[in-house]
């Protein structure tokens, strides 16, 4: 298992930026491909953003793309998920989760059954 701690959300307005970050520590926690999935009031849990564990290897959600970036400093063991442009839809309680651990692969996925540890979420408001 992997223990994550998100931190760096807040109440912002549209149009400026954001940055958040993830400590893990566990094991694998280095060699783990890292999500971002956020979950708004009501709705249901959506993928968002996942990074390799290298960090050569990024995959964004469509409504995202272009104005969030993933990245990882993997010495540190943190994720960082750099949000610009933020707009009014963006308001949610963002996690970040370590997807499966698997020594053999190193695809990156985007379904949240294939995350097994996630952190405790970090609220991020955006208001018009």
């Known amino acids: 298992q992997v223990q994550l701690v998100e931190s760096g959300g807040g109440l912002v307005q549209a149009g400026v930026s954001l940055r958040l970050s993830c400590a893990a520590s566990?094991?694998?926690?280095?060699?783990?491909?890292m999500g971002w999935f956020r979950q708004a009031s009501g709705k249901e849990r959506e993928f968002v953003a996942a990074?390799?564990?290298?960090?050569?290897?990024?995959y964004y959600a469509d409504s995202v793309k272009g104005r969030f970036t993933a990245s990882r400093d993997n010495p540190k063991n943190t994720v960082y998920l750099q949000m610009n442009s933020l707009k009014p839809e963006d308001t949610a309680v963002y996690y970040c989760?370590?997807?499966?651990?698997?020594?053999?692969?190193?695809?990156?996925?985007?379904?949240?059954?294939?995350?097994?540890?996630w952190g405790q979420g970090t609220q991020v408001t955006v208001s018009s």
């Open positions: 989760a370590a997807q499966k651990w698997n020594p053999f692969s190193a695809d990156v996925r985007a379904a949240v059954n294939e995350y097994d540890s």
């Open positions: 566990g094991r694998t926690a280095s060699r783990r491909v």
């Open positions: 990074i390799g564990w290298s960090g050569g290897s990024t």
